[in-house]
């Protein structure tokens, strides 16, 4: 199975997670059990990276939240930005759009800037900043993943809230600049990115290629495979190595 394969796979069924987990719940079936701002399974207990960035600034920090990030600080350091490409309902959302040839057309027009990462990195510093002066869980609100995670849980059980017009509202701001929550806003694929190094899983381009162009159009992240590797956007999507029709191989992963 061809690895950008298997991400569709894991995706949907991800997708789907989110609401059978709710309805396990309410079934009194609690082996799994959370959103992903926290989540259980099997007793092990699994944070969102910035949503202990953010407990440590309300002052809230509890010695097992250390211990529930390490998981996916490891993933990070290993595999990059996979849970973005792979587990985030809201990279499903965004894909499935695409799907349809008129809003593909409309989000691509918003050709994304590639040196986008210091403004992010100066907007999660400032709602940090502002979650330890107001005290509330700021991040939790803004988070895709978080907001849809937990929506799907208030909609099984025919509670949803005004959070989900924050999900409007994001998808709407995709058509100005192509991903810009995933670039900008969202806290978790900055806080992700932290951890990243040098010897972390990841795409490159080596030597020349046909200059075909595949690579780029198909990349979610509006990166360019050809010129821009290695990117702190790139989530590790595999699409462009998948895509690439050139005998000499010029995408691969550094591994």
């Not at 309300?58 to 990059?80: D, E, Q, R």
């Amino acid at each position: 199975m061809r690895y950008a394969v298997l991400r569709k796979v894991v995706q949907y069924a991800v997708f789907a997670g989110i609401f059978i987990v709710p309805v396990l719940n309410l079934m009194e079936i609690y082996f799994i059990r959370g959103s992903f701002i926290s989540l259980d399974i099997g007793g092990l207990a699994i944070a969102d990276p910035a949503m202990f960035f953010q407990t440590v600034f309300t002052g809230n920090l509890a010695a097992p939240l250390f211990a529930s990030v390490v998981i996916p600080v490891i993933m990070a350091l290993f595999f990059g930005r996979i849970w973005c490409s792979f587990f985030c309902p809201y990279t499903t959302v965004m894909e499935l759009l695409e799907k349809i040839p008129p809003v593909r057309q409309a989000l691509r027009r918003g050709k994304p800037r590639q040196n986008s990462k210091r403004a992010r990195a100066a907007i999660f510093l400032g709602l940090l900043f502002i979650t330890g002066i107001a005290g509330i869980p700021l991040l939790n609100l803004i988070s895709p993943p978080a907001v849809l995670s937990v929506q799907a849980i208030l909609i099984i059980k025919k509670t949803p809230t005004v959070e989900m017009l924050f999900i409007i509202l994001a998808v709407g701001l995709e058509f100005l600049s192509l991903r810009f929550i995933c670039r900008y806003i969202c806290p978790t694929g900055t806080c992700l990115s932290l951890f990243i190094t040098p010897r972390t899983l990841s795409p490159i381009h080596a030597g020349e290629c046909l200059n075909c162009g595949n690579c780029a159009k198909i990349c979610p992240m509006g990166v360019d495979p050809v010129s821009d590797l290695p990117s702190p956007f790139c989530h590790n999507c595999g699409e462009c190595i998948d895509i690439c029709r050139d005998k000499r191989k010029p995408l691969k992963w550094n591994g």
